[in-house]
């Protein structure tokens, strides 16, 4: 059996309908793993749990919302008896404002989702967990350097790596990893038009030494590495991969 193999294994991933999300999930099923896509709208989860298959099922679910996430567990632990990966990847995006110019509320939602969100599915969905589980939260080249005109996203993603390293800490006696995927850019239809801008695609670009923007299964190796036991002596620790964009 390859140290790859996720065969038997039950898997969650927050934000799996789309993008990057759907990337992952995708991967973890190709390894062999039953996945759980979680997001706000259970149409778009339906949809995609259909086209990738393998067993795949969607769970309407608010990553901010104490009762949601709760629920979400209960029904992955009803229908399976257990969670084995938790891909915590719902998230939004930078809004690209100077500080003087977010106000309170554009905070309070970034935090809510990229932060708070992640620390819920962590407390229920990761407490769940048994030995030999893996969490992998999905940081960004953000929580390792800083973007400008983006303090409410670089805030919440520094935040992430480091309530990794803390919960590594905690859970290791317990049999449970704790890292983070932090991607680079990523073309999916949220971020295409800002990637495709004349002036700020192109900086980006110019930036990443392999020559191209990263797609959805560019991270699903990461994903698959980081679930499986191949990654079995890892913990708190964080997978970059952003085409060379941190090393330039």
Known sequence: MSDFDLSGKICIVTGGGRGIGRGMAEGLVRNGATVVIAGRTLATLEE????????????????SVEADVIALRDAVLSRHGKIDVLVNNAGVDPIFKGIERTSLDEWRHIIDIN????????KYIGGAMTAGGSVINVSSVAGHVGLMRSVPYCASKGGAE????????????????????????????????????????????????????????DMAGGVAFLASNASAFMTGQSLVIDGGWTAA
């Not at 995609?48 to 990553?63: C, L, N, P, R, S």
């Open 48 to 63: 995609a749990a259909e086209a990738i298959g393998g067993g795949t099922w969607g769970h309407a679910t608010d990553v």
């Open 115 to 122: 932060l708070t969100g992640l620390f819920l599915c962590c």
């Open 162 to 217: 480091l309530l990794t390293k803390s919960l590594a800490i905690d859970w290791a006696k317990r049999g449970v990893r704790v890292n983070t995927l932090a991607p680079g850019w990523v073309d999916t239809d949220l971020t295409h038009q800002l990637l495709e801008h004349a002036e700020h695609g192109q900086r980006m670009l110019a930036g990443t030494p392999m020559g191209r923007f990263g797609t959805p299964r």
